[in-house]
C-alpha cells in the first residue's frame, strides 16, 4: 500500500509543545494500548504498549487504514462500534476475541473532533479467571456430594459457616440462608458439634488434607457420613476449611449385617462351604471341618466331589447341579465321606448366589449330619405303626387309679382288649413301661394331684387355645420294639359316669422334639468350644452369675464351679482389673462394653475379648447382663509377631548392604532405603516420584528389565547415573513385590556398586597380558640361546643346555595356564548347553592329531547335554594331555568313559602311567591357597577345578589297578 504524508494528520501539533511532549510521555507510560484514527480511521499515533500488544511498530501503522491493517476486524461489532461512536460522538466500550492473536481485548473508543481515541488492554487472563470461577461454581452447585466453605476465625477456634451447595441443604434439610454465618456450635448438638471442631482443629493444626468416616446424630436422625477436609492457606495462615461430605449410612448397615452374617456362619451348629460358579471350594467354617475331618486349607481350591462317597451315581449330580445353574435350590440327602474314610448321611441344601443381572456367580451349601437320625428312623420303620398308634393313645383312669377307659390305638398298642385292660392299677403299667432312669411315682404322684386338684409337684399346666389348663409331663418309656422314647402326657380332670372324678391321659411321642432341643443345646456347646467362645448370664438383682462349659475352659476352672462377679474380677489381670471394672459400670448406665484385657489362668497370662449387653427394667434399672468371652491369646500372638516382623524386614530394609528402590508396576520409584541415598547422593524425597529410568543408562529400557528378571531372577549389570553425572556399573537383582492376593503389586530393585571389582578385574587383566607379553618375548630370547649352544656348545653343557629348554617350554605353557585362569576368573561365567559327546570326539581328534605316539580308548554315551562353561573344551583336553604327558610309558594309552548315572554326566579321564605328581594332586584337592614351592605347577589342574566348580559339579581322584589315576568329573544334565 502506498505511504501518505501523515504530517497533515498529526493532530498533536496544536498547543504548547511542552503540553505536547507531557501527554506523549503519559501515554507511553499507561499500561493500556493507545492508538488515535482521524475521520478516515487511519492511525495517526500508536503509543508503546500498543505495538507490543499488536506485535509490530508505529511506523509500519501510521497511515494505515485500520480495516486494511485487520481485515479480520471488518463487518464485525468492533468495525460498527469504532464507526458509530465516531459519527455519534459518543464513547463507547466492547470486548472481543482476537483471533490472529488468541487474546481477549476490551475496548474503549473515545470520539473528538479529530476522529478518536482507542485504548485496549488485554483481559485473556481475567476471561480465563471468570470461566474457571463460573466452571467451579458451576461443579459446586451441580455436585452430588455435600460440599462447604467454613471461615476459620479465632487461631482456629471458632469455626463459621461461609457457603454450602444445595446437595448440602438437601442432607442437612436446612436452607443455605439458615446456615451461612453461622457457627458450627449454633448449627449442631453439642456430641456433633465436638466431634466436628475436632477435626476442623486437626486440620488447621496438620495444614493438610485429612478424610473420616463420621456418625453425626443431627443428619437423617442419626447416619453415617464421609468427609473430606482440606485447608485453604493465605499468606501461610489457614484462613478457610473446604470440604465434601456424603451420606454412607447405607454402606455401613451392609457392612455391619455383612459382618453378622460372617459371625453367625463361622459359628453355626452346621456346616457351610461356598463354591464360585464351576464348583471350587472358597469358603468353609468351623462346623465343615469338624464334621468332615478336612481343614480349610485342605477343601479350598477343591470341589465337592472331595467329599464323594461313591454312593450316587452321575445321573444324581447331574440333576443336582441342573437345579442350581437353573437357579433354584436343590435340597435332599447325600451320604458323603469324611477325610479318615467313615461316612455320614447329610441333609443338604444347596442354594445359587446370583449378582443383580441374575447371573449364578457363586452357590453355597448348607447341611447337617443325620446319620443317627437316619438309624434311628430304620429301625423306628420296622415299627411305624406303633409308634403312630402311641402318638394318638388315650385313656381314662377312675379315682381308684384304675384304667376306666382306653381307645382303639392304646387297645391296638398293647394288643389286648379293653375287658383285658380295664381296671388294671395305672401304677403297674407304669412300673412296667417306664424307662429304667424314670422315676414311676412322677407319673402316678401328677394323676393323684390332678384327681385331688392339688397343685402338683412335676409336670407344668399348660395353656390349650380354648383357654382351659391341661397337666403336661413328660416321661421316658421303654418298649422292647424300639428302645427309649419319649412321651409327653396331658392330664386332663374330666367326670365319669356317675360323677365320678377322673383323669384323661392323653400321650404323644415327643422324642424327636426333645432331640432336636438337645441337638441344639449340643450345637451351641460345640460352637463355644470350637470358637473358643464362651457366654455368660448375670442375676444383677440376685448377683447369681451363670457360665458355659466353654467359658469355664477359658478360664482355666472346672464347669460348675460357683461364680460370682467379684471372683471373676481376680482372675483378670491385676493391671487390668481397674479398666474392666469401669468398662462394666459404665456398661450398666449405657447399656454394654466391648473391650480386650488379660486374665491370669494357671500362672499365665491370657487375653479375652468380652462383649456384654445389659437389660433394663422398666423403672430403668438395669436387672440383667449377658455377654459373650473369646480367647484371643492366639490372635494377639500373632498380630506381636507380625508387628516385630515388620520391624525386622523395615530394619533389613534400612541396613541392607547396597542401594534399595521400590517402584510400582510402571517403575515409579516410591521409596527408597539410606543405602541408595548415599550411593547416588538423592535424597528420597528429591527421588521419590521419578521413574527408575532417572538414574539408569539411556539404553535401559526398564520395562523390558522388570520382564527379563521377573523370567530368569539373574542378577544384571548394569550402568547407573549419580545425582552428580558419575556413570558406574551396577549389580542388579529385580524382585516381584506382591501384592495381599497373589499378584506384582510392584518391583524391589537391590543395586551394588561393583566398579571398584571392575576396575580391579581389569587392572588384573592388564598385568596378566604385559605378564604374558614379557614371558613370550624374554623365554623366546632364552630358547634362542639355548639352542644355539645345544647345536654349537661342547658336549659338557649340552645337558644342561636341554634342561634350560624343557623348563622354558614348561614356563610358557605355566603363563597359558595362568592366562586361561586369569581370563575365567575375570570373565563372564556364561552357562551354556553343550553336547559333551561331541565335545570329546573333537577334543580327541585334536589331542591324538598332537600326540601321534598315544591311544586314546572311549567309551561314551551318544547322548549327553551338559550346563557348562564355554571353558569345558580346555578343561576336558587338559586332562587328557596331562594323562600323556605325565606317561612313562612310550606308547601312553588313555581310556575316557561318558556316561549318565542320576541324572548327572559322570566323565572319567584314566592313564596307564605313574599318576599324578603327588605335589599336583595335592594343588588340585586342596582348598587352600597356592603356597610359593608349589604355585609353579598343577595351574592346569586348578584351571579345571575352577571350571567344574563353576559347573556345580564335582572333581575327585583315585589311583586305578595299573598303578595310573582316575580323574572323575560329575556334571549335571542340562
Not at 154 to 160: A, I, K, M, P, Q
Not at 913 to 936: C, F, K, R, T
Amino acid at each position: 500500500m502506498k505511504k501518505i504524508d501523515i504530517s497533515s494528520l498529526d493532530r498533536s501539533n496544536t498547543g504548547f509543545p511542552e503540553q505536547k511532549q507531557a501527554r506523549s510521555n503519559a501515554l507511553e507510560r499507561v499500561s493500556d494500548g493507545v492508538v488515535s484514527l482521524n475521520h478516515e480511521l487511519r492511525y495517526t499515533y500508536v503509543n508503546r504498549q500498543a505495538t507490543e500488544f499488536l506485535d509490530t511498530d508505529a511506523e509500519s501503522l501510521l497511515g494505515e487504514h485500520i480495516w486494511d491493517r485487520f481485515p479480520n476486524t471488518e463487518g464485525t461489532k468492533a468495525q460498527d462500534a469504532i464507526e458509530r461512536a465516531i459519527e455519534t460522538g459518543q464513547t463507547t466500550s466492547f470486548e472481543r476475541y482476537n483471533e490472529n492473536f488468541e487474546t481477549w481485548w476490551e475496548v474503549r473508543v473515545h470520539p473528538d473532533d479529530t476522529g478518536a481515541t482507542v485504548c485496549f488492554n488485554d483481559i485473556t487472563k481475567k476471561k480465563e479467571r471468570l470461566y474457571d470461577l463460573e466452571r467451579a461454581d458451576t461443579l459446586f452447585q451441580n455436585a452430588q456430594e455435600g460440599l462447604f466453605v467454613i471461615n476459620v476465625e479465632d487461631g482456629g477456634e471458632t469455626f463459621r459457616v461461609n457457603q454450602v451447595n444445595p446437595a448440602y441443604e438437601t442432607f442437612s434439610d436446612t436452607p443455605a440462608g439458615e446456615l451461612q454465618g453461622k457457627t458450627i456450635r449454633e448449627i449442631t448438638n453439642k456430641t456433633d458439634g465436638d466431634a466436628i471442631r475436632e477435626k476442623y482443629k486437626e486440620c488447621v493444626q496438620r495444614r493438610t488434607s485429612i478424610e473420616y468416616e463420621e456418625y453425626l446424630s443431627a443428619f437423617d436422625s442419626g447416619s453415617w457420613w464421609e468427609t473430606r477436609l482440606a485447608p485453604v492457606l493465605v499468606d501461610d495462615e489457614v484462613t478457610q476449611i473446604v470440604g465434601s461430605t456424603r451420606n454412607i449410612t447405607e454402606r455401613k448397615e451392609r457392612e455391619q449385617r455383612l459382618q453378622k452374617f460372617e459371625q453367625m456362619i463361622e459359628h453355626t451348629g452346621h456346616a457351610v462351604f461356598f463354591t464360585d460358579v464351576s464348583g471350587q471350594i472358597e469358603y468353609v467354617n468351623p462346623a465343615f471341618e469338624e464334621l468332615t475331618g478336612y481343614a480349610a486349607a485342605d477343601a479350598l481350591g477343591e470341589t465337592p466331589q472331595l467329599l464323594s462317597s461313591g454312593e450316587h451315581d452321575d445321573s444324581f449330580f447331574a440333576a443336582l447341579w441342573e437345579t442350581v445353574l437353573d437357579g433354584d435350590v436343590w435340597t435332599g440327602e447325600i451320604v458323603n465321606e469324611r477325610k479318615d474314610g467313615t461316612r455320614f448321611v447329610a441333609n443338604h441344601t444347596i442354594a445359587p448366589v446370583m449378582d443383580d443381572s441374575g447371573d449364578v456367580t457363586h452357590f453355597v451349601a448348607i447341611y447337617d449330619d443325620i446319620t443317627d437320625q437316619k438309624e434311628r428312623e430304620r429301625r423306628l420303620q420296622t415299627h411305624e405303626l406303633i409308634v403312630q398308634a402311641m402318638n394318638e393313645v388315650a385313656f381314662l383312669v377312675n379315682e381308684d387309679k384304675r384304667i376306666q377307659f382306653a381307645n382303639d390305638a392304646a387297645l391296638d398298642y398293647a394288643d389286648v382288649s379293653l375287658e383285658a385292660i380295664k381296671g388294671i392299677p395305672i401304677e403297674s403299667v407304669t412300673e412296667e413301661m417306664a424307662a429304667p432312669d424314670e422315676d414311676p411315682q412322677r407319673f402316678v404322684d401328677a394323676i393323684t394331684a390332678v384327681l385331688e386338684n392339688e397343685e402338683p409337684d412335676v409336670g407344668e399346666w399348660v395353656q390349650e387355645p380354648d383357654g382351659s389348663e391341661t397337666l403336661s409331663l413328660e416321661f421316658d418309656l421303654f418298649l422292647e420294639s424300639v428302645g427309649e422314647v419319649c412321651v409327653e402326657q396331658r392330664l386332663v380332670p374330666v367326670k365319669l359316669y356317675g360323677g365320678e372324678r377322673g383323669v384323661a391321659v392323653i400321650s404323644r411321642d415327643v422324642t424327636t422334639r426333645r432331640q432336636k432341643e438337645e441337638e441344639i443345646q449340643t450345637h451351641l456347646e460345640q460352637a463355644q468350644k470350637v470358637g473358643h467362645v464362651g457366654s455368660w448370664h448375670l442375676n444383677i438383682d440376685t448377683n447369681d452369675l451363670q457360665w458355659s462349659d466353654e467359658c469355664y475352659r477359658i478360664f482355666g476352672l472346672d464347669p460348675g464351679t460357683p461364680m460370682t462377679y467379684k471372683w471373676f474380677l481376680e482372675m483378670v489381670h491385676p493391671e487390668d482389673r481397674e479398666k474392666v471394672d469401669e468398662a462394666w459400670s459404665e456398661a450398666l448406665k449405657e447399656g454394654g462394653y466391648d473391650i480386650e484385657h488379660r486374665i491370669v489362668v494357671d500362672g499365665k497370662t491370657r487375653w479375652v475379648q468380652e462383649t456384654a449387653e445389659v437389660e433394663f427394667g422398666c423403672d430403668g434399672e438395669p436387672k440383667s447382663g449377658i455377654g459373650v468371652v473369646r480367647d484371643i491369646t492366639e490372635q494377639v500372638q500373632q498380630t506381636r509377631e507380625i508387628r516385630a516382623q515388620k520391624e525386622r524386614y523395615e530394619s533389613l530394609f534400612e541396613n541392607v548392604r547396597g542401594a534399595v528402590v521400590v517402584t510400582d508396576l510402571g517403575g515409579t520409584i516410591t521409596t527408597c532405603n539410606p543405602g541408595f541415598v548415599d550411593m547416588f547422593g538423592y535424597e528420597s524425597g528429591e527421588i521419590e516420584g521419578n521413574n527408575l529410568s532417572t538414574i539408569t543408562d539411556e539404553s535401559t529400557d526398564v520395562e523390558q528389565l522388570f520382564k527379563i528378571t521377573e523370567s530368569s531372577q539373574e542378577a544384571l549389570l548394569l550402568d547407573y547415573q549419580k545425582k552428580s553425572g558419575q556413570i558406574f556399573p551396577g549389580e542388579t537383582g529385580v524382585l516381584p513385590l506382591p501384592t495381599q492376593n497373589g499378584d506384582t503389586g510392584g518391583y524391589v530393585v537391590h543395586i551394588i556398586d561393583v566398579s571398584e571389582e571392575q576396575a580391579n578385574h581389569e587392572q588384573l587383566q592388564v598385568l596378566s597380558r604385559v605378564f604374558r607379553h614379557n614371558v613370550k618375548n624374554d623365554m623366546n630370547i632364552i630358547q634362542g640361546h639355548a639352542e644355539l649352544i645345544e647345536q654349537q656348545g661342547p658336549d659338557t653343557v649340552l645337558s644342561s643346555t636341554r634342561k634350560i629348554l624343557k623348563r622354558s617350554e614348561k614356563f610358557v605353557e605355566m603363563s597359558k595356564n595362568n592366562q586361561r585362569i586369569i581370563d575365567l576368573l575375570t570373565g563372564s561365567t556364561e552357562i551354556v548347553d553343550t553336547n559333551l559327546f561331541q565335545r570329546i570326539q573333537q577334543i580327541i581328534s585334536d589331542v591324538q592329531a598332537e600326540y601321534p605316539a598315544a591311544t586314546v580308548q572311549t567309551d561314551l554315551a551318544a547322548e549327553c547335554w551338559v550346563s557348562a562353561p564355554r571353558g569345558i573344551d580346555k578343561a576336558i583336553r587338559e586332562l587328557v594331555v596331562n594323562a600323556i604327558i605325565h606317561s612313562d610309558r612310550e606308547h601312553p594309552i588313555v581310556d575316557i568313559e561318558l556316561h549318565v548315572v542320576d541324572g548327572m554326566a559322570e566323565l572319567t579321564v584314566r592313564d596307564d602311567g605313574p599318576g599324578i605328581p603327588e605335589q599336583e594332586w595335592s594343588v588340585l584337592m586342596a582348598d587352600s591357597e597356592i603356597n610359593p614351592l608349589s604355585h609353579g605347577t598343577g595351574l592346569g589342574l586348578w584351571f579345571v577345578k575352577q571350571v567344574v566348580r563353576r559347573s556345580n559339579g564335582t572333581l575327585s581322584l583315585d589311583t586305578n589297578d595299573s598303578g595310573g589315576a582316575d580323574v572323575i568329573i560329575r556334571l549335571p544334565e542340562s
